[in-house]
């Protein structure tokens, strides 16, 4: 662990109990993990790898049942007060208050932070200028945009100048400029230093993240450079889809040496050296339907480490 990272987390663990037939859940199996001071760190996984848990965990909501959480120094279980102060979060569900204004929302958390009202006005201001809201400061919320909604639900979690900023799902339900938008705000912030922890439902949204937290069943299984953890999987990814996928597998494997996986009706192969397509054409052609060689994603070591897709419709399941 290092002693330096703003957050750490350490043997972490949290079992939902049980309800009626309805058997405990183990939610969190001894999570290790440092956050550096400045980073973007992204945690990818399904729904119920752990990933909210986690994030309830750190924000105080929910008491883990055994490990330790510091932020900047500060144990969330001796000073749970000092650590929400140093938090900013974007919900997953808005937590505006749709009937109020912009200003009304954000001069109301300020108030939660009991923060003079002077301050309240002057950070109202300088956010919602680099966030492209100061026309909107009078409007109701029910009346802006989806994207705009969340931009304010972006000014809110960064009103009281927190030094990490939690996102969870934070672009769910948005259009493509508007979560375009929404991630050129983050990058900005990012670049000027703020600590920034999110899931993500969207495989590129992890990938431009310094490292990615990859969680499955409660278990963090790695963590690193979105580039490091697509290397280790091998140089190429070759996909195959075929009349009888077992079949070829295993005829696959025994010729040319190399080991697969059947997934979702598809074959993978991570492939560490140059391979011959022409020569596994020539073997087997007639019971190969769709053939692809790609570079290694983020889906490709999930499948790796779990012989599971994240995948779904082109996004990962939330």
Same mark, same amino acid.
């Given at each position: 662990?290092?002693?330096?990272?703003?957050i750490?987390?350490v043997?972490?663990?949290?079992?939902?109990?049980?309800?009626?037939?309805?058997?405990?859940?183990?939610?969190?199996?001894?999570?290790?993990?440092d956050?550096?001071?400045?980073?973007? @760190?992204?945690?990818?996984?399904?729904?119920?790898?752990?990933?909210?848990?986690?994030?309830?965990?750190?924000?105080?909501?929910?008491?883990?049942?055994?490990?330790?959480?510091?932020?900047?120094?500060?144990? @969330?279980?001796?000073?749970?007060?000092?650590?929400?102060?140093?938090?900013? +979060?974007?919900?997953?569900?808005?937590?505006?208050?749709?009937?109020?204004? +912009?200003?009304?929302?954000?001069?109301?958390?300020?108030?939660?932070?009991?923060m003079?009202?002077?301050?309240?006005?002057?950070r109202?201001?300088?956010?919602?200028?680099?966030?492209?809201?100061?026309?909107?400061?009078?409007?109701?919320?029910?009346?802006?945009?989806?994207?705009?909604?969340?931009?304010?639900?972006?000014?809110?979690? @960064?009103?009281?100048?927190?030094?990490?900023?939690?996102?969870?799902?934070?672009?769910?339900?948005?259009?493509?400029?508007?979560?375009?938008?929404?991630?050129?705000?983050?990058?900005?912030?990012?670049?000027?230093?703020?600590?920034?922890? +999110?899931?993500?439902?969207?495989?590129?949204?992890?990938?431009?993240?310094?490292?990615?937290?990859?969680?499955?069943?409660?278990?963090?299984?790695?963590?690193?450079?979105p580039?490091?953890?697509?290397?280790?999987?091998?140089?190429?990814?070759?996909?195959l889809?075929?009349?009888?996928?077992?079949?070829?597998?295993?005829?696959?494997?025994?010729?040319?040496?190399?080991?697969?996986?059947?997934?979702?009706?598809?074959?993978?192969?991570?492939?560490?050296?140059?391979?011959?397509i022409?020569?596994?054409?020539?073997?087997?052609?007639?019971?190969?339907?769709?053939?692809?060689?790609?570079?290694?994603?983020?889906?490709?070591?999930?499948?790796?480490?779990?012989?599971?897709?994240?995948?779904?419709?082109?996004?990962?399941?939330?």
């Amino acid at each position: 662990m290092n002693s330096q990272a703003l957050i750490r987390i350490v043997g972490v663990s949290h079992t939902y109990p049980g309800k009626g037939k309805t058997p405990p859940r183990q939610a969190l199996r001894e999570i290790d993990l440092d956050i550096q001071r400045g980073e973007m @760190l992204a945690l990818l996984g399904p729904n119920g790898s752990g990933k909210s848990t986690l994030l309830r965990v750190l924000t105080t909501a929910l008491n883990a049942d055994c490990g330790s959480v510091e932020v900047d120094g500060h144990d @969330l279980l001796e000073e749970p007060q000092a650590v929400r102060r140093l938090l900013g +979060v974007v919900f997953q569900k808005p937590a505006l208050d749709r009937k109020m204004s +912009v200003r009304e929302n954000l001069v109301a958390t300020g108030h939660l932070y009991a923060m003079a009202r002077r301050d309240i006005d002057g950070r109202i201001e300088a956010l919602l200028e680099s966030l492209k809201l100061k026309d909107r400061l009078d409007e109701k919320v029910e009346a802006l945009s989806g994207g705009l909604a969340r931009r304010v639900e972006l000014a809110k979690a @960064l009103l009281h100048e927190p030094q990490v900023l939690i996102l969870d799902e934070p672009t769910t339900g948005l259009d493509p400029i508007s979560r375009q938008e929404f991630w050129n705000e983050v990058n900005y912030l990012r670049s000027e230093g703020t600590t920034v922890l +999110v899931t993500t439902h969207i495989l590129m949204e992890a990938a431009v993240c310094d490292r990615v937290a990859i969680m499955h069943e409660g278990d963090l299984l790695q963590c690193a450079p979105p580039e490091e953890l697509q290397r280790s999987i091998g140089k190429q990814v070759l996909t195959l889809r075929g009349s009888d996928p077992q079949q070829l597998l295993g005829q696959i494997e025994d010729v040319f040496r190399i080991r697969g996986r059947l997934v979702d009706g598809a074959l993978l192969f991570s492939l560490e050296e140059p391979f011959s397509i022409d020569a596994l054409l020539n073997q087997f052609s007639h019971c190969i339907n769709d053939l692809s060689l790609s570079h290694p994603s983020l889906d490709d070591v999930f499948v790796h480490l779990t012989g599971q897709r994240l995948m779904v419709s082109g996004e990962v399941a939330s």
